[in-house]
């Protein structure tokens, strides 16, 4: 029935569909209380928390239906938040998700530590080359190529609405920059699932965390540069490109003490130490949206700290430089489900299908040609690398997912350039969920082809 | 930058909570009496709105999700005691007496309470239905602290009494859950009279239906080979559906969250994973006991002097309620036991249940009356927190000269 005829036995389709019965089950309950019962404005955290709820057990429920499929858990999880969300039945609707935003901030920090966590330099010692080359190259194409292809596509954009060669020039070098952006959240995510372990999953997580820093420093020189394209009589903005450095030193930094101090915590064996974990994640979280509105109120400075990188840092920290990475890991694990449940579940809510409605032609357009400049800058880089034929085969499918780093960067798009910024913002939005809906499929297809997805991530038997 | 602090502020305490132990050895006994986990709701009081203001009322707001879910992980885990194999092996005359217990105390506060909120308020009635409900229902449960104390005392540790106290303690606050349930399905939804009678108590029947709804959900979620991770999942989102819920509709969420954890406990093919479950909760047991103490401190605003003289009266009434109760419910056993007649008095302590369905009816109701029966409840709370010790071991210290 659902399941891939190759591989299902009668018990797993009667697990699909007892799953989907449940899930059927679930989703009348709430829809019958939203409906039937009038529930009053006063009453939305409590409206949250049994969306909370909601949202918990179909994501998990589809999760599990997903994986029977042959397709990654959090591709269930974002298509929860998809089909419930304020796109297609509106149970998770804006004003229902705002009280719950703690926890996404959460999840969002909780997911850095993890992927700081999981970098071991006993085994990225051995593939430096690769990272090296699999950041100079992915980068590079990846931004000349997409940014050329928008520089042929512009003159089809109305809502450029015919800007000289010179400011194309730099809008494209400004979406060049975002299209190389990656999500190590969803690598992280889909490592976790798979319990993939091995220098394929190693290098593509360890990428993706420096492509985030490098993306972040790349975004301000482009915008340094689009800021003289636009108002040359305001010079080079030199000064922005050393705030964003700054920044990342910082954040860098800051990491490194959030590690000690939560190696030392593991170390003398503290209490609930899962439970420190997420709070601490939030707090980071919160503290670093914090600094950033205290410098823009006081400083008018538009750097903050990234947060993500906040605890990647910690986490690369207490795996390498403390001898409780396995003590840290075995913590994190769990509450790492609720955690991606909540995220992903989350993501796929805010996911803006409205914008990928209304340009889902140019939109599918360029997400294709940066898959196609993926392509060819991974095999440039494993190819001069030397790696393996499985590596140079497959690098590219871990490098499509596009999350929280692309929409941060496109928002701030979004508020530098409002005269077109809003237009090129939804096809920018649309572009990064397509990446979304795909990247997670490719990357777990990615870990089974080279074997290091580990048998007990694939679906289990359902008991009849 | 206040809700960061707070937050801070909050889990620090917790964590400091959920690592100590009472205070013993030395320290003078009304000290030790003292420092029983009432002193984070003092905690609370201090950084709540009345005086250090870091626990705010926009942070309270924040984490009313939060304190959704507490309520009903609370309720689930006290539900999922209610395992009909175990409750099966306790003595059937111990398990009446902490029923009849709890019936008499409740029945001795409800009619006091109701007769003073007669003749003291001019509130809707329903409202002082439902404020009447929750200080018989809080006063209903018994806490396990002052046990502690019997137990480390030379003179009472070995006797009989104190298990039969725990047992009580154990049980009865399932009464109080219970009448909670009851009382806010009849009064807080609808209008309660008589024409209407027919609709309030429809509400009781779909608190109940949440209670058996939200658990088949769990069961049938975990009839198959479930990870440890996805149970937690699970019980996340069964706590937060059932909770959430009952909020939303302004029902008990501790009594639909203890039917989930009783149906639950009870269904052959789901005891295999009982313990898995008790495991998970009890990962997070302490840290949220003692996060819903300062929380509940942080909503308390001190009485005034009425209130003050009330939460005496309350304390009074209920220990009336628990000494009748007491007597009452253990004659059949005192037959065969040694049970001393003012075993009621062993009972004092209110424990976290009471507290809980104290901070239950600020989620449900948002009346002037509301804020100053929490006021009056908490501080009783206290009082009785710090008077429990003295009254239990005097207690099993009699039962001990009696058997001698």
Excluded at chain 1, 345 to 367: E, F, K, N, P, V
Aim: aromatic residues 8%; contains cysteine; charged residues 10%.
């Amino acid at each position: 029935m659902v399941c891939d005829p190759n591989r299902c036995t009668s018990g797993e389709e009667r697990l699909v569909i007892r799953r989907l019965f449940t899930l059927s089950a679930v989703g009348v309950l709430v829809w019958l209380l939203l409906r039937i019962v009038e529930i009053s404005p006063s009453a939305t955290p409590a409206e949250s928390t049994f969306m909370l709820g909601f949202a918990l057990l179909s994501a998990a429920l589809l999760g599990e239906i997903v994986e029977h499929l042959r397709l990654p858990r959090i591709t269930g999880y974002m298509f929860a938040g998809i089909l419930f969300g304020p796109f297609v039945a509106n149970l998770l609707s804006a004003r229902v998700l705002e009280p719950l935003s703690a926890l996404n901030e959460m999840a969002f920090a909780f997911i850095g530590l993890a992927a700081g966590a999981e970098l071991k330099v006993a085994i990225l010692r051995g593939r430096w080359r690769s990272i090296l080359l699999l950041i100079v190259c992915t980068a590079t194409v990846v931004m000349i190529g997409v940014g050329g292809f928008f520089i042929v596509a512009a003159p089809y954009l109305a809502f450029l609405g015919g800007l000289p060669p010179l400011q194309i020039f730099a809008v494209a070098g400004m979406v060049g920059v975002i299209a190389a952006a990656r999500s190590p959240s969803s690598a992280i995510a889909i490592i976790a699932e798979t319990k993939a372990d091995g220098p394929f999953s190693e290098t593509i997580l360890g990428v993706s965390v420096a492509m985030d820093v490098v993306v972040i420093g790349l975004f301000a020189v482009a915008t340094a540069v689009a800021g003289l394209a636009f108002a040359p009589e305001q010079g080079l903005d030199l000064v922005f490109v050393i705030e964003v450095t700054g920044e990342i030193a910082v954040s860098i930094a800051l990491g490194v003490l959030l590690g000690a101090i939560i190696g030392l915590y593991l170390k003398r064996k503290g209490p609930q130490v899962s439970l420190v974990i997420v709070g601490l994640c939030f707090l980071v979280y919160r503290f670093s949206e914090m600094v950033g509105h205290y410098l823009e109120e006081t400083h008018h400075l538009g750097v903050g700290l990234e947060p993500l990188l906040i605890c990647a840092a910690a986490g690369f920290t207490i795996q390498n430089l403390s001898h409780q990475g396995t003590r840290l890991i075995g913590a994190m694990d769990r509450v790492a489900l609720p955690v991606y449940v909540v995220f992903f579940t989350m993501t796929g809510a805010r996911l803006d299908l409205g914008a990928l409605a209304t340009s889902w032609g140019i939109a599918l357009t360029i997400a294709g040609f940066r898959i196609a400049m993926i392509v060819l800058g991974t095999r440039l880089a494993t190819s001069l690398a030397g790696d393996p034929k499985p590596f140079r085969r497959y690098s590219w499918l871990g490098f499509v997912t596009q999350a929280g780093l692309s929409l941060a960067l496109i928002s701030q798009f979004e508020s530098q350039f409002p005269d077109w910024g809003t237009g090129m913002a939804t096809v920018l939005v649309a572009v990064v969920a397509i990446n979304q809906l795909i990247g997670p499929v490719a990357f777990k297809m990615a870990l089974e082809m080279v074997g290091e997805a580990r048998r007990g991530s694939s679906p289990r038997k359902g008991t009849s | 930058m206040k809700a960061l602090v707070a937050v801070i502020v909050l889990t620090t305490l917790a964590l400091v909570g959920s690592r100590r132990a009472f205070v013993q050895g030395r320290s003078p006994f009304a000290v030790q009496s003292f420092f029983t986990g009432t002193e984070f709701i003092i905690i609370g009081l201090l950084l709540g709105r009345d005086f250090l203001n870091v626990i705010d009322d926009s942070t309270l707001d924040l984490l009313r999700p939060f304190v959704c879910v507490i309520l009903g992980w609370v309720g689930f885990l006290f539900g999922l005691q209610f395992d009909r194999r175990t409750v099966s092996k306790l003595p059937s005359g111990f398990f009446a007496a902490s029923a009849v217990e709890g019936m008499i105390t409740l029945a001795t506060v409800l009619l006091a309470a109701w007769y003073l909120l007669i003749r003291n308020t001019n509130a809707a009635p329903d409202v002082m239905a439902i404020a009447a409900v929750t200080l018989a229902a809080s006063a209903t449960c018994t806490g396990l602290t002052a046990l502690t104390f019997i137990e480390n005392d030379r003179r009472t540790a070995s006797l009989q009494v104190p298990s039969l106290l725990r047992f009580v303690s154990s049980l009865d606050p399932a009464v109080g859950v219970v009448a909670a349930g009851v009382g806010l399905s009849l009064f807080a939804v609808h209008p309660f009279d008589a024409v209407s009678f027919p609709m309030t108590l429809q509400w009781l029947v779909i608190s109940m239906c949440l209670g058996l709804v939200t658990a088949w959900i769990f069961v049938s979620l975990t009839l198959t080979r479930t990870s440890q991770a996805e149970l937690t999942v699970y019980l996340l989102g069964v706590i937060a559906l059932a909770g959430g819920v009952a909020f939303a509709l302004r029902l008990s969420a501790l009594f639909v969250s203890f039917i989930c954890g009783l149906v639950v406990a009870n269904l052959t093919h789901v005891r295999s994973i009982q313990g898995r479950v008790m495991t998970i909760m009890a990962h997070g047991d302490r840290f949220l006991y003692y996060l819903l103490l300062v929380l509940a401190g942080a909503y308390w605003k001190l009485p005034d002097i009425p209130l003050l003289f009330a939460a005496l009266v309350y304390v009074v009434v209920r220990l009336v309620g628990k000494v009748a109760g007491g007597y009452l419910s253990t004659r059949r056993l005192a037959r065969h036991h040694a049970v001393p007649p003012l075993i009621g008095l062993g009972l004092v302590s209110q424990g976290g249940m009471g507290l809980a369905i104290i901070v239950e009816l600020r989620f449900v109701s948002d009346q002037p009356l509301t804020e100053a029966v929490m006021s009056v409840a908490i501080l009783a709370i206290i009082i009785n927190e710090f008077l429990a010790p003295w009254f239990a071991i005097r207690t099993a210290a009699r039962a001990g000269k009696s058997v001698s």
